[in-house]
């Protein structure tokens, strides 16, 4: 059965400190996985892609890494800012068609002062 | 560049009262087109996705129901409106053929139903 787990499910973190978001997936045959950010009461909006060939991608102060082999994601948040409170969620896609996403149910990232 | 609008953004319906959601992207043609329910707390669920005008494939069976009368108009409907039917509605699109694509996502809209 394809499915995507994410891990934690919650996290409170102190503002400049850093973060770990987790996503173990079953989806076959893979195609590439995103990580979205998603606001409170906004749509989500994609941070990275990541393809079966790649391990590693930065986008500024994100990092998410890719271990096809275990089926395994992380994301990296660095020096977490007070916007960075948001939900993270993973989605990963089958090779083809139009309805061949999978996601799942995020992490809820809050940053305090 | 592409937009995505999506509204009305907040509503509260009574229970058994009709439902109309609409969404239309501008800046792109024949776009896959997708509606997504998310409870509170819950992931993102597929209710509806279309490839192409008059093409609606359902995901969960349900009370509502969508059309797409135009290639970048998406409508969510329902004639009568459950307790269960309340949530935060999300509309997307995604360049046609392109199955490792993006989606992008409109603003939302949130339902109350009482």
């Known amino acids: 059965k394809n499915q995507v787990e994410q891990s934690p499910q919650s996290l409170i973190i102190l503002e400049g400190k850093n973060c770990t978001l987790q996503c173990n997936y079953t989806v076959s045959p893979f195609s590439n996985l995103r990580w979205y950010k998603q606001d409170t009461g906004r749509g989500p909006v994609s941070l990275t892609i990541?393809?079966?060939?790649?391990n590693t991608k930065s986008n500024g102060r994100y990092t998410a890494t890719l271990d096809a082999d275990t089926k395994q994601s992380s994301l990296h948040i660095t020096a977490s800012q007070l916007s960075d409170s948001a939900s993270y969620i993973c989605?990963?896609?089958?090779?083809?068609?139009?309805?061949?996403?999978?996601f799942g149910t995020g992490t809820r990232l809050t940053v305090i002062p | 560049s592409q937009t995505i609008h999506q509204w009305p953004a907040t509503l509260v319906q009574p229970v058994g009262s009709p439902l109309s959601l609409e969404c239309t992207v501008e800046g792109t043609s024949n776009p896959n087109l997708y509606w997504y329910r998310q409870a509170a707390g819950r992931g993102l669920q597929l209710l509806f996705y279309?490839?192409?005008?008059?093409?609606i494939s359902s995901e969960v069976p349900q009370n509502l129901s969508a059309s797409r009368p135009q290639d970048r108009q998406f409508i969510l409907s329902s004639k009568k409106l459950l307790l269960s039917d309340s949530g935060f509605y999300l509309c997307?699109?995604?360049?046609?053929?392109?199955?490792?694509?993006?989606?992008?996502f409109g603003e939302g809209s949130r339902l109350t139903v009482l």
């Open positions: 997307a699109w995604r360049k046609e053929g392109v199955d490792t694509g993006e989606l992008f």
């Open positions: 989605v990963v896609s089958y090779q083809t068609g139009a309805n061949n996403l999978f």
């Open positions: 990541m393809t079966f060939s790649e």
């Open positions: 279309s490839v192409g005008i008059g093409q």
